[in-house]
């Protein structure tokens, strides 16, 4: 996976783009991306997107971004690893 985070923010899996369109799910991939390789915590999550005074359905809501997220990768995955012949042609 290439992580662009210089400028705007790019990730791609294999040459397809799995950059979020949405900004709060683009600041979830970009917070997880600046800490590659190590846990990051849900209260450090939910003060990136709300700041001080998050809403009360902030931990369902990032939640649902990293749903988003993890089908964003797994479509460019599968994608990825779909054969180049179509099934039952030699």
Avoid at 6 to 23: I, Q
Avoid at 33 to 55: F, I, K, Q, Y
């Amino acid at each position: 996976m290439d992580i662009e985070v210089l400028g705007a923010l790019a990730v791609r899996e294999n040459g397809l783009s799995v950059t979020p369109t949405a900004p709060k799910p683009r600041q979830v991939l970009a917070l997880l991306a600046l800490h590659a390789d190590r846990m990051v915590p849900v209260s450090a999550l939910t003060e990136e997107l709300w700041g001080a005074a998050p809403p009360r359905s902030a931990r369902t809501t990032l939640q649902t971004y990293v749903l988003q997220l993890r089908e964003l990768i797994a479509a460019a995955l599968e994608r990825d690893s779909a054969p180049d012949t179509a099934p039952g042609t030699p």
